[in-house]
């Protein structure tokens, strides 16, 4: 990795050299990032990843992409992000580095718009794929109508693995409408174990207050973690 940095170091040099513009590009400062390989500058991890990736994306190297995505993250540099939203379609199991990327750059509306629309597509097949990009939504407080629709059909799709049903419940509750609450509040009396009924706890915390406390009231005598469930809920209710 390193004789690919200081590769890369060295182009970039040779190229602000020979720039007519020279006098203006290579100030000391530059000078001095080129010469560290360690941290490169910014129009070196662009171009690293244009040429190993943008331009060559039938050599695929796991290992260079992590690297890259993480630098590339740290200076907050967008010149990934197409390719990334791309990428998960083709290479799932890239999704958590991706995603780490993305959430040290700042997407447009459009392209949250692409990252949703891909989880209701035929080729978003991995439940745990799914799970990993509405953590994100919702980690990020992330509202979009697209992933919304999404996560209604999920919470109650028995077919779905446990963790998405879970987050896609968390993510109506956060973000869903006055029926989508009441909803939530109806599948209580369907969960299958006590873990279910605490995610519909948690739910229904923006619920109108007194209709939220009176089915608090009603479930908190049904095991001990409800009865938590019920008190994590009223003491952080959003």
Same mark, same amino acid.
């Given at each position: 990795?390193?004789?690919?940095?200081?590769?890369?170091?060295?182009?970039?040099?040779?190229?602000? +050299?020979?720039?007519?513009?020279?006098?203006?590009?290579?100030?000391?400062?530059?000078?001095? $990032?080129?010469?560290?390989?360690?941290? %490169?500058?910014?129009?070196?991890?662009? +171009?690293?990843?244009?040429?190993?990736? /943008?331009?060559? %994306?039938?050599?695929?190297?796991?290992?260079?992409?992590?690297?890259?995505?993480?630098?590339?993250?740290?200076?907050?540099? +967008?010149?990934?992000?197409?390719?990334?939203?791309?990428?998960? +379609?083709?290479? %799932?199991?890239e999704t958590e580095a991706i995603l780490h990327y993305l959430a040290d750059v700042d997407l447009e509306v459009e392209e949250l718009d $692409?990252?949703?629309?891909?989880?209701?597509?035929?080729? $978003?097949?991995?439940?745990?794929?799914?799970?990993?990009?509405? #953590?994100?939504?919702?980690?990020?407080?992330? /509202?979009? &109508?697209?992933?919304?629709?999404?996560?209604?059909?999920?919470?109650? &799709?028995?077919?779905?693995?446990?963790?998405?049903?879970?987050? $896609?419940?968390?993510?109506?509750?956060?973000?869903?409408?006055?029926?989508?609450?009441?909803? /939530?509040?109806?599948?209580?009396?369907?969960?299958?174990?006590d873990v279910e009924r605490a995610d519909r706890i948690g739910a229904v915390r923006r619920m109108e207050r007194s209709?939220?406390?009176?089915?608090?009231?009603?479930?908190?005598? &049904?095991?001990?973690?409800? #009865? #938590?469930?019920?008190?994590?809920?009223?003491?952080?209710?959003?």
């Amino acid at each position: 990795m390193a004789d690919l940095i200081n590769e890369l170091n060295s182009r970039l040099a040779r190229e602000l +050299r020979e720039s007519p513009d020279s006098p203006y590009l290579r100030p000391a400062e530059i000078v001095s $990032a080129l010469a560290d390989a360690d941290d %490169p500058p910014s129009p070196v991890l662009e +171009r690293a990843f244009e040429d190993y990736f /943008v331009d060559a %994306p039938e050599s695929f190297d796991a290992t260079l992409f992590h690297y890259l995505l993480v630098r590339l993250g740290k200076v907050e540099s +967008r010149v990934a992000v197409a390719y990334c939203l791309e990428t998960l +379609r083709g290479k %799932p199991e890239e999704t958590e580095a991706i995603l780490h990327y993305l959430a040290d750059v700042d997407l447009e509306v459009e392209e949250l718009d $692409a990252m949703a629309e891909y989880l209701g597509s035929e080729d $978003a097949i991995y439940d745990y794929q799914l799970f990993q990009v509405l #953590r994100w939504f919702l980690a990020r407080d992330s /509202v979009n &109508d697209r992933a919304l629709h999404l996560c209604r059909v999920w919470g109650s &799709d028995r077919n779905r693995d446990p963790w998405l049903q879970s987050y $896609a419940i968390a993510y109506v509750g956060r973000f869903g409408d006055v029926d989508d609450l009441q909803e /939530v509040e109806q599948m209580y009396s369907e969960s299958a174990n006590d873990v279910e009924r605490a995610d519909r706890i948690g739910a229904v915390r923006r619920m109108e207050r007194s209709r939220r406390n009176a089915f608090y009231a009603r479930v908190a005598g &049904d095991s001990e973690l409800v #009865r #938590r469930a019920v008190k994590v809920a009223k003491a952080t209710r959003r």
